[in-house]
């Protein structure tokens, strides 16, 4: 499952730079998650970064995108793949 960003972000920059998959990014009014970049962090971490660094703690689990480990696991192959 993709994570997306609340109204409740107040722009501070600290997750865009943590996530693996360059999945985040400045949005017109709040930072973004871009869900056919975001694996989770699986492949990279065991834990989601973004979540871990953000302050307010306002970036949870779409409900809107549901994965699968496995639907996960290949989506991070696929970015890397791309990427090489
Ligand atoms: S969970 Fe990981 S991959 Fe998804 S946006 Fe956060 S840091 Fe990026
Ligand atoms: S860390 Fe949280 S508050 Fe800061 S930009 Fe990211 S989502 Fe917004």
């Known amino acids: 499952m993709a994570l997306y960003i609340t109204?409740?972000?107040i722009n501070c920059d600290v997750c865009e730079p943590e996530c693996p998959?360059?999945?985040i990014s400045e949005g017109d009014?709040?930072?973004?998650?871009?869900?056919?970049?975001c694996t989770e962090c699986?492949?990279?971490y065991d834990e989601p970064q973004c979540q871990?660094?953000?302050p307010v703690?306002?970036?949870p689990k779409d409900p809107g995108h549901?994965?699968?480990?496995?639907?996960?696991?290949?989506?991070?192959?696929?970015?890397?793949?791309?990427?090489a």
Do not use: T
Not at 68 to 83: F, G, N
């Open 66 to 83: 549901v994965e699968s480990e496995a639907q996960l696991m290949d989506k991070y192959e696929r970015i890397m793949a791309a990427q």
């Open 52 to 54: 871990q660094v953000c």
């Open 7 to 9: 109204d409740e972000c």
């Open 21 to 23: 998959n360059n999945a």
């Open 29 to 37: 009014e709040i930072y973004e998650i871009d869900p056919a970049l």
């Open 57 to 59: 703690d306002c970036i």
């Open 42 to 44: 699986v492949g990279h």
